[in-house]
């Protein structure tokens, strides 16, 4: 006669199971999923190949280094405001930021070690916020990335008509002549390398870019150059930075 143990042994042993599965190596053979861990003090002590691709840089740029080290200023004082309430709360956090101009949705979560104190961070690029009672927030800064080569009127156009809107309904949305959102949408077609409204559509859905981000301040997030991949257009690269101030 065979035995079966109670239900509280199995999920018992099932969760002694689950405990001794090591999650780091799980996420760092993830593609898609960038994973972070810092400290309470801003360094950086993991990260997966995923997040190198998402951000764009190195990994001599990330080991032992921290936030402020690699990022801008409003940047990493951003982050370290969000890890800062994860942290004393010890409650996760959901964030929305578009980073090279992309939208990127990072989930902070808390982790305890003895006296050391984490932020386990996972970021995704499809800007799809997944189901669940996390608090939300968004950043106050929007890095463009390869989009920076758009003065802020064209920017708006761009979403506008991204957005579904017709030439004519732009114009009347902006009090500008329809002649005037053409030239716009001639220059925006210059500047990115794109002509079609189905090319400027898929443009703004791959960004994430919505009339709500207009107002927010343009930065760049790392202070250097780096890779934006996958790319996303095909920029005009005769076009300078300096036709953004038009």
């Not at 929305?96 to 989930?107: A, F």
Request: aromatic share 6%; glycine share 6%; charged share 25%.
């Amino acid at each position: 006669m065979s035995f079966s143990p109670p239900e509280s042994q199995r999920e018992s042993a099932m969760q002694e199971a689950l405990r001794s599965i090591d999650w780091l190596k799980v996420f760092d053979q993830e593609p898609d999923v960038g994973l972070t861990i810092i400290e309470d003090s801003g360094r950086i002590v993991h990260f997966n190949c995923a997040a190198l691709r998402l951000f764009g840089i190195d990994d001599e740029d990330l080991l032992g280094k921290t936030l402020h080290d690699v990022f801008s200023e409003e940047y990493a004082n951003e982050r370290m405001t969000w890890m800062k309430e994860v942290i004393d709360t010890d409650s996760p956090l959901r964030a929305t930021h578009i980073y090279c101009g992309r939208m990127l949705v990072s989930s902070f979560y808390p982790h305890h070690n003895d006296e050391h104190h984490f932020a386990v961070v996972l970021t995704r690029l499809d800007g799809i916020l997944p189901d669940g009672d996390i608090k939300e927030t968004q950043s106050q800064f929007i890095d463009l990335g390869p989009l920076s080569v758009l003065s802020p009127r064209e920017l708006e156009v761009l979403v506008l008509l991204g957005q579904g809107n017709s030439v004519p309904e732009v114009s009347r949305l902006l009090y500008r002549s329809p002649r005037t959102i053409e030239r716009h949408k001639t220059e925006i077609g210059h500047k990115l390398g794109v002509s079609s409204i189905a090319q400027l559509t898929r443009l703004v859905a791959q960004a994430g870019l919505k009339p709500e981000h207009l107002p927010l301040q343009r930065f760049d997030a790392v202070p250097k150059s780096r890779e934006c991949v996958p790319d996303l257009l095909p920029v005009n690269t005769e076009v300078s930075a300096s036709s953004t101030t038009t």
